[in-house]
């Protein structure tokens, strides 16, 4: 069974400090990672996704790294802004489109 | 283009109550998922379906969560009876497809969620 995990569950940052966000799995058969952003009483928005091929994805401010074989990714940020506050959910897709969820990072980047 | 539409955005109701949620995918989509998720944790698949048949249901409640896509469009999620550990927000996505061939992808288009507190 899937199993995914991030690091840290919370984090409170200074405007324009560049930060990492952590994912890791236990099952390295998958097709794609993708990483999300969730505001509070919104839905899911989809921010970089990483096919299983591929090492990076870069996105204006964001980058997003996988190493599938250690079962390991990290969601850069770049100049963080206020704006950039929300929590940050990384996902695994297995067979049929099946999407595993970590339990994501709730940043908050202060003025 | 429109987006996932969820109803109602929030419910409050006592345990053992009933309550159905309402989903409306993108139009043209054929896969439809309903997912949950509790507080500090992330979304858990409960039901997808392909058109209107169910794909994978191995994480629904069969005893008290039921679901229906009629004629492959809209998408209905009842709980009946409501426990106090059904509190949480249930998201909706949809996609065009959900193939499972080696690398194809299709993007998952979310809701904004229908949050359920039992009290």
């Known amino acids: 069974k899937q199993e995914v995990t991030q690091i840290p569950a919370a984090l409170s940052v200074p405007e324009g400090e560049n930060l990492v966000l952590n994912c890791s799995f236990t099952?390295?058969?998958?097709?794609?990672l993708q990483w999300f952003r969730q505001d509070p009483g919104k839905g899911l928005t989809s921010l970089l996704l990483?096919?299983?091929?591929?090492r990076e994805q870069t996105s204006g401010r964001l980058n997003a790294s996988l190493d599938k074989s250690s079962g390991r990714s990290t969601l850069y940020i770049a100049a963080s802004q206020p704006g950039d506050s929300a929590t940050y959910l990384c996902?695994?897709?297995?067979?049929?489109?099946?999407?595993?969820f970590g339990t994501g990072t709730q940043l908050k980047v202060e003025l | 283009e429109a987006g996932v539409a969820q109803s109602p955005r929030y419910k409050i109701i006592e345990k053992r109550q009933s309550v159905a949620f309402w989903c409306n995918p993108i139009?043209?989509?054929?896969?439809l998922y309903w997912y949950q998720q509790i507080l500090g944790q992330g979304p858990k698949l409960l039901i997808q379906?392909?058109?209107?048949?169910?794909?994978?249901d191995s994480q629904l409640p069969k005893d008290r969560f039921s679901a229906e896509r009629l004629k492959g469009v809209d998408s209905t999620l009842k709980i009946q009876p409501a426990k106090l550990e059904d509190s949480a927000v249930y998201l909706c996505?949809?996609?065009?497809?959900?193939?499972?061939?080696?690398?194809?992808?299709?993007?998952?288009?979310f809701g904004p969620g229908t949050r359920l507190l039992v009290l």
């Open positions: 139009s043209g989509h054929a896969t």
């Open positions: 990483i096919q299983s091929s591929q």
């Open positions: 996505a949809s996609s065009l497809v959900g193939g499972s061939v080696a690398g194809d992808f299709e993007t998952q288009y």
């Open positions: 996902a695994v897709r297995g067979g049929g489109n099946k999407l595993t």
């Open positions: 099952d390295s058969a998958i097709y794609n």
């Open positions: 379906f392909q058109n209107n048949g169910v794909v994978d």
